[in-house]
T-cell receptor, first 114, second 110 residues
Framework: NAGVTQTPKFRILKIGQSMTLQCTQD?????MYWYRQDPGMGLKLIYY???????DKGEVPNGYNVSRSTTEDFPLRLELAAPSQTSVYFC?????????????FGPGTRLLVL | DQQVKQNSPSLSVQEGRISILNCDYT??????FLWYKKYPAEGPTFLIS?????DKNEDGRFTVFLNKSAKHLSLHIVPSQPGDSAVYFC?????????FGGGTRLMVKP
């Protein structure tokens, strides 16, 4: 019963480095989301996808890219890491027919950019 | 411009008493409201929700109240238990996208 899994759990990046945050769900959900949570702040939507091959920007997309080649995977790419991207990143998924309450979150990836 | 605000960053309550967490919003297009609970090193988990056409929803010890005219909702936990200690986020839905408040850290003391 894996649900939504994210890797890595924690990563330290140097300014200008790139990395990919991985997200996989095994519930055959159509919707997938990437959020970031800064200290004392709520979750802000970075990108989302309504199905394989379809992605769209959320509230804070600058500095990130996503792809959705399969239903299961929704990786988030940081090309040139900046200190402002230090945050905790959460991936979530939801079925097309499911109510909004059925949005399940992964455990998060803590990213530190120095 | 925060569309969903939780003005109390933290709340401390004695075990057995009532916990009241508050949330204000500005966007009239929000049609559904949710509360999430988050423990450290875990993702948020859904707790309770309410549609904009209702003013109250109850689930066991948890009750959510919605005042549309005031654009305000609150979560009541009665009685509070030490296991309720967590960060609580309110979230509002519009067009299948959620907007989150900043969270309130609830500490329930034994």
């Amino acid at each position: 019963n894996a649900g939504v899994t994210q890797t890595p759990k924690f990563r330290i990046l140097k300014i200008g480095q790139s990395m990919t945050l991985q997200c996989t769900q095994d519930m055959n959900h159509n919707y997938m989301y990437w959020y970031r949570q800064d200290p004392g702040m709520g979750l802000k939507l970075i990108y989302y996808s309504v199905g394989a091959g379809i992605t769209d920007k959320g509230e804070v997309p600058n500095g990130y890219n996503v792809s959705r080649s399969t239903t299961e995977d929704f990786p988030l790419r940081l090309e040139l890491a900046a200190p402002s991207q230090t945050s905790v990143y959460f991936c979530a998924s939801r079925s097309l027919a499911g109510a909004i309450e059925t949005q399940y979150f992964g455990p998060g990836t803590r990213l530190l950019v120095l | 411009d925060q569309q969903v605000k939780q003005n109390s960053p933290s709340l401390s309550v004695q075990e057995g008493r009532i916990s009241i967490l508050n949330c204000d919003y500005t966007n009239s297009m929000f049609d559904y409201f949710l509360w999430y609970k988050k423990y450290p090193a875990e993702g948020p988990t859904f707790l309770i929700s309410i549609s904009s056409i209702k003013d109250k929803n109850e689930d066991g010890r948890f009750t959510v109240f919605l005042n549309k005219s005031a654009k305000h909702l609150s979560l009541h936990i009665v009685p509070s238990q030490p296991g309720d200690s967590a960060v609580y986020f309110c979230a509002a839905n519009a067009g299948n996208m959620l907007t989150f408040g900043g969270g309130t850290r609830l500490m329930v003391k034994p």
